[in-house]
């Protein structure tokens, strides 16, 4: 096995829901970033950031879009944190079938957070820098991680093969093409 110990560098943006106000200004400043032509419009469809939010009991969970599952679970578990009961979705990131957060309005692909990876580099994701009430951060830190080299092109090779199955090589391919032309 082709096993490399070395430092990785690390993002995160972190949220901080006790501060969330439901302003979404977050989902705003994000569509905008990858809408096409960039900053052309608005359209929280196409946001990689969504605010589950539960007005009646001021609820408001910033969750960034994570990486894309096949099924749904059944979302039964509730956390309680300072007094407020949360369901297991509210925290969730995952582009799933049971519910229509992240997914791609036009092609149906899901989304995943890029951290508005730009060239030139923005100093932090839009999203953290339009939050006016502070409940996103942003955090870079080293890590010392062992990197199996051949077990990351094998995972590269199941996602795209996966992508493929569902959507068909030629979304794929213009999706590609799309993203690499920073559209």
Sequence with gaps: MNVDVSSKTVKEIIADIDKCTGCRACEMACSAFHAMPR???????????????????????????????????????????????????????ASCPTRDFFIEPDSGLPLKCDMCEDEPPLAEPLCVTVCEPGCLTYAVRQVEAEVDAPAEREAMARGLA???????????????KRVSKGQ
């Design 162 to 176: 996966s992508l493929v199955n569902q959507h068909g090589i030629e979304a794929v391919i213009e999706n590609l």
């Design 39 to 93: 900053y052309s419009s608005i359209n929280p469809a196409r946001s990689r950031i969504r605010v589950v939010a539960d007005e009646l009991n001021d609820e408001y969970v910033p969750v960034r879009a994570g990486n894309f599952t096949r099924t749904g679970c059944d979302g039964r578990h509730v956390y309680q944190l300072k007094g407020k009961k949360y369901s297991e979705c509210s925290f969730c990131p």
